[in-house]
């Protein structure tokens, strides 16, 4: 019988694989029968940010050794998404209808209805190479598509909307700084902080699509 551990985390990355594959339905469902773009939040925003907040078990999973993530990569890409779902896209409704938030939607689920499949896949002990090499070569456009058109671009976007109303002064009320400076910052560290996990699955390509074709030679 397979490992308790193992069944935990194939039922989590089905379960993921599936809420993802469910919000890219809805997003094209949505896309198809409105015609517009401005409606993504508002059809599937509340399932996007269930599970990006769900993910958080990701962490914890790099954390107590259940996965070799690690906790860094983890927590930086989780804390990231979630800010920006929470804070920027759920916490103004004013970005909810911008073309940028439906690139980041798109994006985010195509992506990771791959990942979930490719690690929902590899518990069972047997992946498909053709999953294998999607997982590994999907990112290379996926990513930069969710974070610069998408991401970077709301959070700009947004920058206007926070300083005219002053959203979140209240909680950044005892800081030396506002909200609105804090978002600039961001928006800077954030290319920089995304290229260092960038460059990590450019590793993890290499690793995994190489490795195979040298066992296929073998």
């Known amino acids: 019988m397979a490992p308790i551990s193992t069944l935990y985390l194939l039922a989590y990355n089905s379960f993921q694989a599936i ?3 469910v ?23 509340t399932l996007i940010c269930f ?32 800010h920006f779902v929470l804070a920027i896209v759920r916490g103004i409704p004013e970005v909810q ?8 939607f798109l994006a985010w689920s195509i992506a990771e209805v791959i990942r979930y499949s490719h690690y929902a896949f590899s518990c069972l002990g047997n992946c498909p190479s053709w999953i294998t090499y999607i997982r590994y070569t999907a ?15 709301a959070m700009y976007q947004a920058l206007p909307i926070i300083k005219k109303n002053k959203i979140y002064a209240d909680s ?11 978002l600039k910052v961001v928006i800077v560290v954030y290319p920089f ?3 260092k996990l960038y460059l990590h699955l450019f590793k993890q390509r290499r690793s995994k699509l190489y490795k195979r ?5 073998a």
């Open 19 to 21: 809420g993802w594959a």
């Open 23 to 45: 919000s890219l339905t809805i997003i094209f469902f949505n896309l198809l029968s409105t015609s517009s773009l401005t409606a993504t939040f508002a059809s599937a925003g």
């Open 51 to 82: 599970l990006q907040c769900a993910a958080f078990l990701e962490v914890v999973h790099g954390a107590i050794g259940l996965v070799p993530s690690g906790v860094l990569l983890p927590m930086l890409q989780w804390s990231g998404r979630t």
């Open 97 to 104: 209808e911008l073309p940028s938030v439906f690139i980041t």
């Open 139 to 153: 990112f290379i456009v996926l990513y930069p598509l969710g974070v610069f058109p998408g991401e970077v671009w």
């Open 172 to 182: 950044f009320s005892i800081l030396p700084f506002s909200y609105y400076d804090f």
């Open 193 to 195: 902080l995304w290229f």
């Open 213 to 217: 074709h040298d066992k296929k030679r």
